[in-house]
């Protein structure tokens, strides 16, 4: 059984910054790409930013230049590091690997910017 624990979530001030993690635990054999994705309310779930295994990173054009990914394999955990933020970013950030080729979710971490 693999779990993801995610931390990091809270209030912050537009401008300010946040960074989240994301923790796989359990029978790991393999993660391939990590992910972060958000969904604001009335509005569905979408991709903030991903990672591969060998680093490759892809951002959702709305935090380019504002937002950096990155991982750490030798603790399974993905980041996620938020600056900037604008109320627009405020949503529950949802964590995705893909351990052991299934994907797994996070249980979400709200962000809350304010303005």
């Known amino acids: 059984q693999v779990q993801l624990v995610e931390s990091g979530g809270g209030l912050v001030q537009a401008g300010g910054s946040l960074r989240l993690s994301c923790a796989a635990s359990?029978?790991?054999?393999?993660?391939?790409?990590m992910g972060w994705y958000r969904q604001a309310p009335g509005k569905q779930r979408e991709l903030v930013a991903s990672i591969s295994s060998g680093g490759s990173t892809n951002y959702a054009d709305s935090v380019k230049g504002r937002f950096t990914i990155s991982r750490d394999d030798a603790k399974n955990t993905v980041y996620l590091q938020m600056n900037s933020l604008k109320p627009e970013d405020t949503a529950v950030y949802y964590c995705?690997?893909?351990?052991?080729?299934?994907?797994?979710w996070g249980q979400g971490t709200q962000v809350t910017v304010s303005s």
């Open positions: 359990g029978s790991i054999f393999s993660i391939n790409v």
């Open positions: 995705n690997q893909e351990v052991n080729w299934f994907d797994y």
